[in-house]
């Protein structure tokens, strides 16, 4: 098994590689791999040859996504896009993080995967496709 971890310096990241096999993971940090450049992802994919890649890789303050609106949708959605196009080349599994921003809350019970994202979002944060879910769907 070859797990590609994208955003290894991250907070997730760094949990996930305390449980991960150290010579089953290649961890990529954001200096090493910009997800918005469509050439760079591809080529790591060519070097590496994946079988499952965990992208934890996003730009998710809140705050800083409604100024930058621009940027939260080519890091959470058009970097997304590139990482799983490369993946389904690869033939690797992808595993891809959401929030639960998405959601509108008023659910009584815990989301589930199927669970439909909020359909009038106010933010960017809130926005299905901005943050990769409809690319991945
Ligand atoms: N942590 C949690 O409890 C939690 C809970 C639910 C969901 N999530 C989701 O899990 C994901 C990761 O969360 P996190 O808490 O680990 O975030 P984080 O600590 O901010 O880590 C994100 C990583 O992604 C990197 N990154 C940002 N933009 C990038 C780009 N364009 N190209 C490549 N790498 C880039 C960052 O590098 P730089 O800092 O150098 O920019 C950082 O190392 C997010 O989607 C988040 O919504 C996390």
Known sequence: ????????NGQLAQDLL???TPDEVVPVTHQQLE??????VQALFDSVRPNCVINTAAFHLVDDCEEQVEKAFAVNAA???YLARAAQGAGAVFVHFS???VF???KQRPY????LPWLSPSTAC?????NGGSTLL
């Open 1 to 8: 098994m070859r797990i590609l971890l994208i955003g290894a």
């Open 18 to 20: 305390r449980f991960l």
């Open 35 to 40: 997800i918005c450049d469509a050439r760079a």
């Open 79 to 81: 970097g997304v896009n």
């Open 99 to 101: 929030t639960d921003y």
């Open 104 to 106: 509108d809350g008023l």
């Open 112 to 115: 589930i995967e199927t669970d």
């Open 126 to 130: 809130q926005s299905w496709p901005e």
